[in-house]
């Protein structure tokens, strides 16, 4: 029963079995709950986001000092005063942040060709989803990668993957409205706009967020165009992660208000984006 329940108990809108394993464990090895030690696992989740960013801009092939160059403007995004107010409100329930390495980890190995890169892909991809039900992003980034480079064996096998840990995360699960009806043409409005406010949010005001947000969307179609994919399928792949994030999270909070976009807690794909754009 209690296996059952660390696999299965709903939080909000997710199942956060990573979290509930970690406490678990914790509970086991110290005979306690110590919501500092959870915090500073919780935190580790940046370092590691920076650290699969690394190994993606070394798959580049670019030379090392032009890489460090680069390089210092994700670790300057990740580590910026403004994220600190984020940081320790999110990393205690080891979901908001602590989904980013895992999911990032799953793209830079289903990308990658060392003979058992697909199964430690298939690893991080399970890990994101008991993390947050943001890993299923990534598993529709995965596939659509696999699929465009003609790996489609690889592909049905995340498909298989996806299927399985979509039966588990369905069991009992209810999914309630977050928010109430709005007039037809308010929520159109907001739909629309609500994406740009969303992946714009690292800035704090509404119409600027909105505006940046505009400016990453137009960014990704550019570079898009320009063979993103074919230079660096690990890095398309995460900023691609981070625009579906936006569309399921228009889907299922549009009606909140533009508001809802630029809450703290969901910075980080806004910070995520820019560095790797």
């Not at 080891?94 to 895992?102: D, E, K, R």
């Not at 003979?115 to 008991?130: D, K, M, N, P, T």
Request: hydrophobic share 60%; with cysteine.
């Amino acid at each position: 029963a209690r296996s059952g329940w660390l696999l299965t108990a709903q939080h909000v809108q997710y199942k956060l079995i990573f979290m509930h394993t970690i406490n678990v464990l914790e509970y086991l090895f110290t005979g306690q709950i110590n919501y500092r030690i959870l915090q500073l696992l919780g935190d580790l989740a940046i370092p590691g986001v920076v650290l699969v960013l690394w190994l993606i801009f070394a798959r580049s092939g670019r030379p090392l000092l032009e890489r460090v160059w680069l390089f210092t403007v994700p670790c300057y995004v990740f580590f910026a005063i403004q994220y600190a107010e984020t940081v320790n409100w999110a990393m205690s329930g080891l979901q908001n942040m602590a989904v980013f390495p895992f999911a990032l980890a799953t793209i830079y190995f289903a990308t990658a060709t060392a003979r058992r890169s697909l199964l430690w892909a298939g690893v991080f991809l399970a890990l994101s989803v008991a993390t947050s039900g943001s890993g299923f992003f990534v598993a529709i980034i995965v596939v659509y990668l696999l699929f465009a480079e003609g790996q489609t064996r690889k592909a049905v096998g995340i498909v298989i993957l996806t299927a399985a840990l979509g039966a588990l995360y369905a069991v009992h699960y209810e999914l309630h409205a977050m928010f109430p009806p709005v007039p037809l043409r308010t929520a159109l409005t907001t739909a629309v706009l609500f994406p740009f406010a969303f992946l714009g949010n690292a800035v704090l005001r509404l119409k600027l967020a909105v505006v940046l947000g505009l400016f990453l969307v137009a960014g990704f179609a550019f570079l898009a165009s320009r063979g993103w994919r074919r230079l660096c399928p690990a890095s398309f792949g995460a900023a691609l992660f981070c625009l579906i994030t936006a569309a399921g999270v228009t889907a299922t909070r549009y009606r909140g208000g533009l508001q809802v976009a630029v809450i703290g807690n969901t910075v980080m794909y806004s910070l995520l984006l820019i560095p790797v754009e």
